[in-house]
């Protein structure tokens, strides 16, 4: 994203700071410090994962067969969309073109909404199937019970735990994602001073960028396992 002040208007030094490039640094460093953190939450799932697929390569590729490949390629492609109407939304922000960006903003939130309403499909047939970990675990898995009969229950909890913990995270993100930029929205269509600035839509654009690439990991991961 581009940082040239030249091209992007005035904008506000506020008397903390001795100049623009030190305000915005001062966004960009706190804003990725907060990544590192999530990053870092993520990576313990994801390092817990690794270890168990590495120990259970077949039983985790045999169990992969029962997420839905279509539903996660088209989430894929929806959260890839959002992350392209968002940066629209960064660029607008900068060239001072309101209903632009404001139109990028909501389009960027009705994928994320569609995220979410493919996510639930998805879920709510898992949780019916009885795949859900815990007491009422239902294991051969009704949807292919001969194919899963060698799979040991102890194993596909695993990978079910692994599998809600993971999506269920990155749902959650996506969920404080809407309402940031819902509120976003709201006050760029209200026309608040509060975000004439526009590293406040690109700092939102940072987050939200953050949350397609842990699906861009999680895709894969779970839908795309090779033998």
């Not at 590729?61 to 279509?70: A, E, F, W």
């Not at 060698?150 to 990978?159: G, L």
Request: net charge negative; glycine share 6%; hydrophobic share 50%.
């Amino acid at each position: 994203m581009a940082h040239d002040a030249a091209h992007l208007g005035k904008q506000q030094v506020y008397e903390q700071f001795e100049n623009i490039d030190q305000q915005n640094e001062s966004y960009l460093v706190g804003m990725w410090s907060f990544l590192v953190t999530e990053v870092m939450f993520f990576g313990v799932l994801l390092f817990s994962y690794v270890l168990y697929r590495w120990q259970y390569q077949d039983y985790f590729y045999t169990i992969h067969k029962l997420l839905d490949v279509n539903m996660g390629a088209v989430n894929t492609v929806i959260l890839l969309s959002s992350s392209y109407s968002m940066v629209l939304a960064v660029h607008f922000a900068q060239i001072k073109k309101r209903s632009a960006q404001l139109s990028a903003l909501l389009f960027t939130i009705g994928c994320a909404f569609g995220f979410l309403i493919i996510k639930y499909f998805e879920y709510s047939h898992k949780i019916h199937a009885g795949l859900v970990p815990g007491p009422k675990f239902v294991w051969p898995a009704v949807d292919n019970p001969e194919l899963m009969a060698n799979v040991p229950a102890s194993v596909a909890q695993m990978f079910f735990s692994l599998y809600f913990a993971m999506t269920g995270l990155h749902g959650i993100h996506v969920i404080v994602g809407i309402l940031i930029l819902g509120t976003l929205s709201f006050l760029v269509w209200r026309k608040s001073s509060l975000v004439e600035d526009y590293m406040i839509t690109e700092m939102i654009g940072l987050y939200w960028h953050f949350v397609d690439l842990v699906w861009i990991f999680l895709f894969p991961l779970f839908y795309l396992m090779p033998r």
